[in-house]
């Protein structure tokens, strides 16, 4: 239950991390006047290597790195470790190394998510 719903407007960029959806016909979140769609982790089109957390773990901290540029443009928004019943976040800026330390949780879920190129995730053993 590691699963985090993030939606995207396809028309002006915004993203939102959902904690409950509605399951209603015809509804959800709208931006823009559209429905919202929700981002599949490690879907895109793009290197993977370039996207998708790596981890390290040293005592009780997991170190958290994704070999991505971190230009003005193109960049990593964030990273998140999600488990059962908890997320932490470390948001990033263009310029920053993606790269950030949490709290070690056995079996979490690491997403990173790039402003072009959407959501990814790797587990955590």
Do not use: R
Not at 65 to 90: C, G, P, R, Y
Not at 108 to 118: A, P
Request: charged residues 30%; aromatic residues 8%.
């Amino acid at each position: 239950m590691n699963n985090l719903v993030i939606k995207k407007c396809m028309k002006c960029g915004a993203v939102v991390k959902v904690i409950n959806d509605c399951s209603c016909n015809d509804c959800g979140i709208k931006c823009c006047s559209e429905t919202m769609d929700v981002l599949e982790a490690n879907k895109t089109d793009a290197s993977f290597e370039k996207h998708i957390p790596t981890y390290e773990i040293k005592d009780d901290k997991i170190i958290v790195t994704v070999n991505h540029a971190m230009e003005d443009e193109h960049f990593i928004e964030w990273i998140s470790l999600v488990s059962d019943n908890k997320e932490q976040l470390f948001k990033l800026n263009p310029n920053d190394e993606a790269k950030c330390i949490f709290e070690y949780i056995p079996n979490s879920t690491i997403y990173s998510y790039c402003n072009k190129h959407g959501l990814w995730k790797i587990d955590v053993k």
